[in-house]
């Protein structure tokens, strides 16, 4: 009798799923990884969502047509196996995965961003995104303390600075009093200056008055050459909230707002590349440049004051203009 029993049981169990009538609502928790990715996406300010589903061929019209009253368009679909990728807006979500005319779903947006290692705990992604790699930079050459410091009659001597042959020497012999001050000095530079350094600092007129040490920019390549120096700013960014999805990772923004982004190349050795993000405010014109590769603007000081960047392009026919 007891056997009896256990087979009515077991096949009462099994004949459940048969006993659900198409529109009803299934019971069926959201996984904990499709929970980050929707996370991430309202985060980033997403306002569609892609999906791949499984259901059954039987209702696999149906769950079309669903899709298409809930604003939703396939991307994808297989009727041989009852398979659909499909996108709407992120707002009718609830309403596609519990409609009991699926089987099974997962989110396909942001899917390769495996978002279990930058999920809670905070640690696991700062983690991460420490590990996605920072750039390939040396840390600088302490000087050497030991050192005795030149005095001003030894540095003047021949053969440490270039004065003799510029004739520098002898205008300072006719001029002795003069310091530099008020005088605006253009550079021929083919490296890249540290605008970060403190020698580029605030500076005051004669008078007393702040100024920028840096008066302009001049860009003699033309932009048809290749430049290491110049980054394309291409993309445009609409943020509502800090996170933002960017190629193949999240970047942080310093705040929600309109900005230009796009990548510095640096060569890393070898055939590597490393590619450093940087961003500008289409309000401010601030810029930030992600110098530590953490993909997080915020802990970035905007470069300010170098506004005025002048360009020249350069050609044999017409010379600069």
Not at 18 to 26: A, D, E, H, I, S
Not at 83 to 107: G, K, W
Not at 180 to 190: E, H, K, S
Not at 242 to 267: C, D, M, S
Request: aromatic content about 8%; hydrophobic content about 40%; some cysteine.
């Amino acid at each position: 009798m007891k056997l009896i029993i256990r087979i009515i049981l077991v096949a009462f169990v099994f004949l459940l799923p048969c006993l659900t009538t198409p529109g009803q609502v299934r019971s069926r928790p959201m996984s904990i990884e499709d929970r980050l990715l929707l996370n991430r996406l309202i985060l980033g300010g997403q306002h569609t969502i892609q999906v791949m589903m499984l259901s059954e061929k039987a209702n696999f019209d149906r769950l079309l047509v669903l899709n298409r009253r809930l604003q939703g368009r396939e991307v994808f679909i297989d009727r041989r196996v009852g398979y659909a990728r499909v996108e709407l807006p992120i707002e009718h979500l609830a309403d596609l995965i519990t409609s009991s005319l699926i089987d099974a779903y997962h989110i396909a947006s942001l899917a390769r961003a495996s978002a279990a290692r930058e999920a809670l705990p905070r640690e696991n992604a700062e983690a991460w995104q420490n590990a996605l790699g920072n750039p390939t930079i040396r840390s600088p050459l302490m000087p050497d303390m030991n050192l005795p410091l030149l005095t001003k009659a030894a540095s003047e001597e021949p053969g440490y600075t270039g004065d003799e042959d510029m004739g520098v020497d002898r205008w300072l012999h006719e001029h002795p009093t003069f310091d530099g001050r008020g005088v605006t000095i253009a550079l021929i530079d083919m490296g890249l200056p540290d605008f970060s350094h403190p020698i580029f600092g605030p500076a005051k007129t004669l008078d007393g008055r702040p100024i920028e040490k840096i008066a302009g920019i001049v860009n003699a390549l033309d932009t048809t050459e290749y430049d290491q120096t110049r980054v394309e700013l291409t993309r445009t960014i609409n943020a509502v909230g800090t996170w933002v999805w960017i190629t193949n990772r999240f970047f942080i923004l310093p705040h929600a707002g309109k900005y230009q982004f796009g990548f510095l190349e640096l060569n890393a050795g070898d055939n590597l590349t490393q590619q450093i993000g940087v961003l500008r405010s289409s309000s401010t014109g601030e810029i930030w440049v992600d110098t530590n590769g953490d993909a997080d603007f915020r802990s970035e000081q905007p470069v300010v004051g170098l506004e005025c960047i002048f360009r020249a392009n350069v050609n044999a026919e017409s010379g600069p203009s």
